[in-house]
């Protein structure tokens, strides 16, 4: 048999591979991603020359802010949607539905609004006054994130990944061509807070209109939707609910002991470490429709999410010593000190995202749940110890740490569902 007869079955398995719809999903999304990594660079390169130093940290403590509380209204609903989306298979279903959590992700909007009126006086008076200033200002504009969330999650649970692609970078593009176009304008930190927000809603407007939701038949939509949040939805929304502890306190408890300069370093470090995860999620997300039918996770997905994560944040564990000074001056070069834990913490991160969408999708939300708690709490306390002591350092320890106790779980509560004999299931 010759050379060429014995190579030829792998490549054409390979080409196959990268021919395949889910490579093709992959390649767009994680292009989306990796596009919307770059123009967050240039977005922060843009409003770091614009605004001093202190009011950047305030603008980076006011959008994590919205992460930190935003994940607090979901109560269920969108990885309930996300499910029902992925397993239905009647088109005038799957409309009927959307209509439903765009309804309920309306009422969660309006309740998020509300809260934050109310959060903006609690952050005005105990942790940064003139925060609470530009929140309280901003809260009609912040009923978007569940609105975006909910968008996110349809996306996904149908497999659409040009809509989610689209979805994820377009709020900034938008904003990345308001800067270009008035680059000579003065920029506040509540106008850089509003053109964030503003890009966010236009672009979360336009996919629910190429979503088009249907309307028919909503009583028993919205009921479906709600039972599929008891039986699953609020597994993973109380998984996510301890999470949503860990999103964002980082930089409020750098805010609070150490200053918004430090805080602005620290969100100059995670913004270039943000690309390391980006093919691990992106292969992830593709795959979500596919591991609800799966009995394992393909090699190949494993190979790909780990081989990404790996170069990539070498990559930029070695390069940001170049790259930070080049797009945000030297005035930021504190932050590299915590650039290599991060850029360690994210391979991290980006071992997990293919076991947590297996589990997800595989109605795994018991699972979920526990290992949520259980590293959320870790990295809370982790937080509330290292930060006030060891500042940045402390913030990049305790990601560290929550994201290699998080594999361990993922990989255990893995084992049990492909071999459940072998655990005693």
């Given amino acids: 048999m010759s050379p060429e007869m014995t190579a030829s079955p792998p490549l054409s398995a390979l080409r196959a591979a990268w021919s395949s719809p889910l490579a093709r999903k992959t390649v767009l999304y994680s292009t989306a991603m990796a596009t919307n990594a770059l123009l967050g660079v240039f977005v ?13 940290g305030t603008y980076s403590f006011v959008i994590a802010f919205f992460l930190f509380t935003g994940m607090f209204f979901d109560f269920g609903i969108a990885p309930a949607g ?7 298979k009647d088109d005038t279903e799957r409309a009927s539905t959307r209509g439903a959590l765009f309804v309920l992700s309306s009422g969660l909007g309006l309740l998020y609004m ?28 912040a009923a978007v994130y569940p609105l975006q969330e909910m968008v996110f999650s349809v996306a996904q649970g149908e497999s659409r990944m040009a809509l989610l692609s689209a979805a994820t970078v377009m709020p900034r593009i938008l904003l990345a061509v308001v800067l270009l176009l008035f680059t000579g304008a003065a920029m506040t930190l509540t106008g850089a807070v509003f053109l964030t927000l503003l890009g966010m809603m236009l672009s979360t407007a336009f996919a629910i209109m190429l ?6 038949d909503l009583r028993a939509s919205i009921a479906a939707v709600l039972q599929e949040v008891r039986e699953y939805g609020r597994d993973i929304y109380a998984g996510r609910l301890v999470d949503g502890l860990t999103v964002g306190l980082d930089k409020m408890l750098l805010s609070l002991f150490h200053g918004m300069s430090i805080t602005a370093y620290y969100s100059i470090a995670m913004t270039m470490s943000t690309p390391i995860a980006m093919g691990s999620k992106a292969v992830s997300h593709s795959a979500y429709k596919d591991f609800a039918s799966e009995q394992r996770i393909p090699s190949r997905i494993l190979m790909v999410s780990f081989g990404w994560s790996a170069f990539i ?31 360690l913490g994210g391979i991290l991160l980006g071992a997990n995202h293919p076991f947590h969408a297996f589990l997800a999708a595989r109605r795994q939300g018991r699972a979920i749940r526990i290992m949520s708690i259980t590293t959320s709490c870790l990295n809370v306390v982790l937080n509330i110890t290292l930060i006030p002591l060891i500042g940045m350092t402390g913030a990049a320890l305790a990601f560290i740490t929550t994201y290699a106790v998080n594999i361990g ?17």
């Fill in 211 to 216: 979503l088009r939701p249907g309307f028919s």
């Fill in 313 to 343: 944040g070498l990559c930029i564990g070695l390069g940001g010593f170049v790259l930070v000074p080049l797009f945000f001056t030297d005035s930021y070069a504190e932050a590299l000190s915590v650039l290599p834990l991060l850029a």
């Fill in 44 to 56: 922060y390169s843009v409003l770091t020359r614009r605004l001093p130093v202190e009011d950047f």
């Fill in 409 to 425: 779980m993922n990989l255990w509560f893995y084992r049990k569902v492909v071999n459940p004999e072998a655990t005693g299931l």
């Fill in 82 to 88: 996300m499910r029902l989306m992925a397993t239905t």
């Fill in 114 to 141: 509300l809260a934050v009126v109310v959060g903006s006086f609690v952050v005005e008076r105990f942790v940064h006054p003139g925060a609470g200033q530009v929140l309280l200002i901003m809260a009609p504009l």
